[in-house]
């Protein structure tokens, strides 16, 4: 019996809806999904129209459980119908689509007058009256690049996702306003044994709203800056027709059952569900046709290939040879790569527990789990460890991933664990196998990240399975010279001509030998086939907050200093556009047109009906107009010194710059430092400091208004990602300003309490930030989808994107910082085939306007034994992915919920393997090896501040861990759960790494525990983030001094973030090794000195997550309740 958690499989009584190859997506994801019916492309495509339709949408005040509702998107750039067909029903009808007339503006040009220092800037306006009260998210979508509008219906809802407790027949309730709106695929029956909750929706009557008529707007600007500021007017009489809200399906709700078996004897039965999506539409769409999906009928339009014969449909083999087709793949023992280092542990060491009983044998052990010969990497991953007794369990280097059991040849060309990683490296044969292991099963992927050696491929040809589309990769099949067969849906395929020939050896008629197929992670240069208007330039968009708030914080200094250093470095080529909008309670455009001496400021007073006054020279080209650029960095600083606008406008300023972009896409920077507190999305204080340190209910972890969120759909509609810098030092409301990054698939960065001289630690990390935020690498329109062999679904994801037709990642931009999660279930028994595999095909354009594909591919073998399941198991995989379905419990349910899951968790998978081991009959807690480090990580997953309870924690701080827990590549998640310690007053060059003709010492890995500290010594932490160095009272004055250049300890300031560069061995082994931690990633840590008197001593202490505090447990007292809970 175990404490409500993790449910390990659906509710009972719902039923799977099979899907092919990879399985249904959820229609709200982390990012809402829509499904795409095929809208046929315009004549004469590839040349702009000379003339521009402008749709313009209007957006229904949503209530709070936010119904279903069609916007009309400016959606120029698909050219089809969406519609989001809610989750938790069948597939509904389509609802009529309208198109948008074209929008006729009177509004006459801008006349520009040069306005001198004391000038004051006036501006009439008329803009459209509503018949009705102002809707904060309407606004109109800008040209798109070609003419003609195409409207989008709009997504339907979100569907909460979480993890359903284990209580006896208790209702989940719907969850408004998730903030991460993950959604359950159909999968098999018994599927994911992690299940999701039921959402339940309203639907919103349909409505038109059509106003005109004049609204005065004037604005009188005071003088900021030897700009010019130029008088704007302008007259509009047009017509707002909006989009007609779709009713929604009728809602469900759940009951599920307390115990396992009912749900999985239930579940197998195929009942109804209420939480699956509907079946995708075998029509694909314009971006399905680029990517290729697989579809239901896709093999009847397509000229029937070689027969495949009967013998060829059982043995799936991978791997290449011909005439002769090669066997699948021999299990040959494997180097072990998991240390075993296991300390003998002092049974008279207090608080641990003696067990007389010896441990099985090996042979023991193997015979009792079935009797299989075992290589020796497995039966080492299986060994029963006691954490009771055991507790030097921590490895002295970082945790490897797993190695798959394969042979040689294939482990040699697999896909890397950075890039590509399962938290099961032996996949169960069956989902029955896999709920009895009670582990999840998903993917972390890593898919753009920066790479040293890139194989790229520039074919006419690039070669993929005629069925479920899926690239040739190094586990297809061939058959002999002219056939192959695709590992994942086992088609046989014809070879094209082209691809028989080998451009590096430059010979022919070896096509196994091709780069594509001896490479698991290739990059092809796409065609003009996966286009569907030219590449679009880098564009990049500002907009800076400039309220006193923002003034005093100082971080236009910084930001602008950083961008002048950069601005050569931005990604892009001779047709990179750059542009700048700056707000307070006005927004503020820049004319930064080439020809002009100074760069004109244009001010719009009237948030309500935001309008560009001059579209053609607020993008500019940065070639052309570098130096105006260059001069507005250089006066934005000085601009706003004397502001006494407190108020912020953030949501017009965004609606501005959707405006602005949409006619191409790009990037969107948003630099904000308050809550918004003018025009659409104005935004109210939700925390309660005295709630900060609750130990029960903790609230507002959701968004308080969908404003955000649907700007968010537009702007990934048109192909703009909104990146968030939050530089705050009170609430801002993160859980409603993030929703604009997650659901465009941007980037978001907080820097709590900034100030550029009082806070100098996240001075320099905003500085550092900004640095590698300018020059990575970027993709543009990029879209991605994940592949799995037959048999397997993937069913959630997780991240910030938008699902577009039920399993294409639409990602307007890509960075090589953010990860993915998948969560995945077994819809069919794999008996037939010895090996599955993944794969992720990334489409995107560069930054200098080429489109290409990024391919990843993942083998991994088929076991059918529990044992095996349990011997490859990736400890960190797994807790990864259960932090991103933890945070969606938090959000969907409730925060007590979520850690209830988490320890349930552990709880149910070592009751699994202590039941799988008859002769493991030791009291305490018995893990396998693989998995000795399961409950270590979940209890510092429950004391991190996302999940933690009971510790004064903010609001906002704790919003932007479970953003982080989400986008985050799993290196950097790791890092923020279980941070490494290491001891570095001592450091020698003992089995020290040669990097750059630099010695750089490896000191070994200790407990996270204050036992470990010495007042003696000198200790560095490393959270991901940030640096401690943690200097004790009594430490040696002879590393103070070589080290931090100071006498002694009390001379060392408070504020210290940075080590002098001093000729001592003690100082270049120090700096090597710092340097070293800081390049190892994306992000440079910040390095933060801790005394026992500063204000980060508190950080510091509270991540030492074995120790016992006020509010959480101690490690082994988390074992004592571990152990209570499996014996129960």
Known sequence: MSVPGF????????????????????????????????????????????????????????????????????????QNNNQQPM???????????????????????????????????????????????????????????????????????????????LSALATVPSAPNSAYPTVSFPSAPGSSQYGTLPSSQTSAASHNL????????????????????VSLGHSVTSSWPSSAAVSAPPSYSGNFPGTIAAINSKANTGADSSSTTSSASPVPNNYEALEGGSYPDTSSKLPPGPPVSQASKVAKPFGYGYPSLQPAYQQTPAPCSHPTNFQSFNPSSPGYQQDSKPYPTMNQLSADLGGLSLPALQLEALRPVNLMQDRNILPSTEVQAPLPNLSTDLKKANCSSDSFRCTLTNIPQTQALLNKAKLPLGLLLHPFRDLTQLPVITSNT???????????????????????????????????????????????????????????TVEFIASSDYMLRPPQPAVYLFVLDVSHNAVEAGYLNVLCQSLLENLDKLPGDTRT???????????????????????????????????????????????????????????????????RETHSALGPALQAAFKLMSATGGRVSVFQTQLPSLGAGLLHSREDPNQRSSAKVVQHLGPATDFYKKLALDCSGQQIAVDLFLLSSQYSDLASLACVSKYSAGSIFYYPSFHHVHNPVQAEKFQKDLRRYFTRKIGFEAVMRIRCTKGLSIHTFHGNFFVRSTDLLSLANVNPDSGFAVQMSIEESLADTALVCFQAALLYTSSKGKRRIRVHTLCLPVVSQLNDVFAGADVQAITCLLANMAVDRAISSNLSDSRDALVNAVVDSLSAYRSATSSLQQSGVIAPYSLRLFPLYVLALLKQKALRTGTSTRLDDRVFAMCEFKCQPLQQIMRMIHPNFYRIDNLTDEGALHVNDSIVPQPP?????????????????????????????????????????????????????????????????????????????????????VKDDTSAKTNFFQLLIEDRTEAALSYYEFLLHIQQQISK
Not at 502 to 512: D, F, K, Q
Not at 1028 to 1051: E, M, Q, R
């Open 1005 to 1089: 890995i200790l407990q996270l525990s204050a036992e470990r500290l010495t007042r003696e010594g000198a200790f560095l932490m490393d959270c991901g983030s940030v640096l401690y160095l943690w200097v004790g009272k009594s430490c040696d004055v002879t590393f103070i001094s070589d080290v931090l250049g100071y006498p002694n300890h009390a001379s060392i300031p408070q504020n210290m973030t940075q080590i002098p560069e001093l000729e001592t061995p003690s100082s270049e082994r120090t700096r090597s090794f710092i340097t070293w931690l800081q390049e190892n990633r994306s992000f440079n840590p910040v390095l933060c000195i």
């Open 210 to 229: 059509v106003g005109t008529g004049p609204t005065p707007s004037s604005v009188s600007t005071a003088p900021r800056a030897p700009l010019q500021q």
């Open 462 to 520: 690039i070669v993929r399975c005629r069925s479920c589309r899926t690239y040739i990769n190094p586990f297809v099949s061939f058959l002999d010279q002219r056939r192959w067969k695709c590992n994942l849906c086992y088609r046989v395929n014809d070879v094209p001509e082209e691809f028989m020939y080998n451009p590096l050896t430059r010979s022919y008629g070896e096509p196994h030998k091709r780069p594509e197929v001896q490479n698991s």
């Open 577 to 643: 556009r750059v542009g700048f909008i700056t707000f307070d309670s006005t927004i503020h455009f820049y004319n930064l047109q080439e020809g002009l001496s100074q760069p004109q400021m244009l001010v719009v007073s009237d948030i309500e009906d935001v309008f560009l006054p001059t579209p053609d020279s607020l993008l500019v080209n940065l070639k052309e107009s570098k130096e105006l650029v260059k001069d507005l960095l250089n006066a934005l600083p000085c601009m706003f010194t004397n502001t």
């Open 7 to 78: 449910n390990p499989s659906p509710a009972a009584g719902l039923s799977r809806h099979p899907t092919p190859n990879g399985g249904a997506a959820p229609l709200y994801q982390n990012g809402p999904g829509q499904t795409y019916p095929l809208m046929q492309s315009q004549a004469g495509y590839g040349a702009p129209h000379p003339h521009y339709n402008s749709a313009p949408g209007h957006y229904a005040q949503m209530p709070k459980k936010a119904p279903p509702v069609n916007n009309q998107y400016g959606m120029n750039y698909y």
């Open 87 to 165: 989750q938790t029903t069948a597939r509904p009808e389509m609802a009529p689509v309208f198109r948008a007339p074209q929008v006729h503006s009177s509004r006459p040009p801008v006349s520009s007058q040069v306005v001198g220092p004391t000038s004051n800037v006036s501006m009439s306006s008329a803009s459209p009256l509503h018949t009705g009260p102002p809707q904060p998210g309407s606004y109109p979508a800008s040209a798109g690049y070609y003419g003609g509008s195409m409207p989008l219906v709009g997504p339907a809802g979100t569907s909460a996702q979480g993890f359903p407790p």
